[in-house]
Each structure stands twice: as C-alpha cells, then as structure tokens.
C-alpha cells in the first residue's frame, strides 16, 4: 500500500513538474532579462517553448522599444541536453534568425535586419547628445560570441543619417563594419555618400571598443555643419579627432 501510494504521488509531482515546464508563461523571461542586463521583454505572450513579446533595450537610464513583436520557438529536446536552439522572427528582420549555443556562448547564424538609427542612443556620448534619425541597415555572416570573445562579421550601415542638432538633412550614408576572431576585433568606419565625412578605425578587446577617427564637412557645407562636428570631439584645425571607448 506504501509503495503504490509512494508511485502515486511522484507519478503525480512528476506530471505537475512536466506540465509547469510545458507551459511555463513567456513571462518567466522578463524576470531572467532583468537588469543589469540591457534587454527588456514587454507584454510577453505565450510560453517559454512558444511565444512573443515587444523588446525594449535600455542602457541604464533610458529604454527605447523595438515597433513590432519578436516571436520565438525554443527546442526542449535540446535544452534539456544542456545547449540552446532557437528561432526568432520579427518584422525588421528578414527571414528567420537561428540561434543555439551552450554555456560557453552563443552562436547567430548569418542574417540581416532594418533598425531605427535612434537605438544609436543606447551607446552612450556623442550618439545621446545628436538625438540621431534614419535607418540602420544590419548584416552579419555566421557570429560566436562568448564571455570575452567575437567571431565573424558585422556590417550595419546608417542610412539616411539625420541628427536633431542640425538643420542638414540627410547627413548622408556611413558604414561600419567589425570583423573578429577571437579575443580581438577591428572596427572600420566610412563615408559612403554626403556632405557630412566620418572616418576611422577601432579595436576591440575584452568587450571594450577603442576608436578614433575623424569628422570633417565638404568644404561647402561647414558653415552650416561646424556646430555639429564640434559635438563629436575635439577640435583640430578644419575637422575633429573621435576618440571613443564603448563597452559592448
């Protein structure tokens, strides 16, 4: 009697257990992205298996909300072997986007996505002073990404680039794109198009970005854009020198 009533109650705490990790609510993801972490999931839907949510990223202070819901499906098969396997889909994204990893990193298979430029303000000086507009155009090929580590390629161009300090619309069209291998990165930033001239390369290293490069204006134009440069470092002559540091 004992050990039947003893198969009984596991038998019972086991479908209990099972049927909570089924249907576990998609909200049980806005406690594990709670701060300090940058990402934040509003009016999540659904489960933790099948759902979706609105994204908002904050950078401490400020939390800007991504227009349009990610939907994901997660793999229980292999999250219960101890990896990650997900798919995400969301309207600025073209197509689906492949995630899986385990608890050395996370690996994003190649993608590209269309983002408001004004999540530039997330990264902190100059970009919250410029209150920036237009696009931003991502692409990536195949990414690993661990603690301290970065491999792959990243291309996101500004598109149409407009700031609220200046009268100049567009600025023009900028790239950057970053490239790593490991513990180490390279960053390049160019001008495509447009009388506003960015330039420059950076390193990064222990999740720390390093840049310096240079701002400068078509002759024509600095009149009406030296106010603006002037925003983006320290004066040298007819231009200005950056000289960022960013943590990703």
């Known amino acids: 009697m004992a050990a039947r009533l003893t198969i009984a109650l596991l038998t019972a705490a086991s479908t209990i257990v099972v049927t909570m990790v089924v249907a576990a609510p998609a909200a049980w993801l806005s406690g594990w992205l709670a701060p300090p972490g940058p990402v934040r999931l509003v009016e999540p839907a659904g489960t933790l298996w099948r759902g979706s949510a609105l994204i908002a990223i904050s950078d401490g202070n400020q939390a800007l909300l991504l227009p349009g819901r990610v939907a994901w499906r997660v793999d229980p098969v292999a999250l219960f072997s101890g990896r990650l396997g997900a798919t995400l889909t969301h309207p600025l994204a073209a197509g689906e986007v492949r995630i899986s990893g385990n608890r050395h990193g996370v690996d994003l298979a190649a993608g590209t996505a269309r983002l408001p430029a004004a999540w530039l303000v997330l990264f902190g000086a100059p970009f919250n002073t410029l209150r920036p507009g237009g696009e931003l155009l991502l692409t990536w090929s195949d990414l690993s990404v661990g603690n301290a580590t970065f491999s792959g390629r990243i291309e996101a161009q500004w598109r149409d680039a407009r700031s609220a300090l200046s009268p100049v619309a567009p600025l023009g069209d900028f790239r950057l794109v970053a490239s790593g ?60 020198t950056l000289d960022w540091a960013l943590q990703i």
């Open 181 to 240: 291998a490991g513990a180490t990165g390279d960053l390049v930033l160019s001008t495509l198009s447009g009388p506003l001239l960015l330039e420059g390369r950076g390193r990064m290293a222990n999740r720390i970005v390093r840049f310096n490069g240079t701002a400068n204006a078509e002759p024509a134009m600095r009149p009406r854009l030296n106010a603006l440069i002037g925003v983006l470092g320290a004066r040298a002559g007819d231009h200005v």
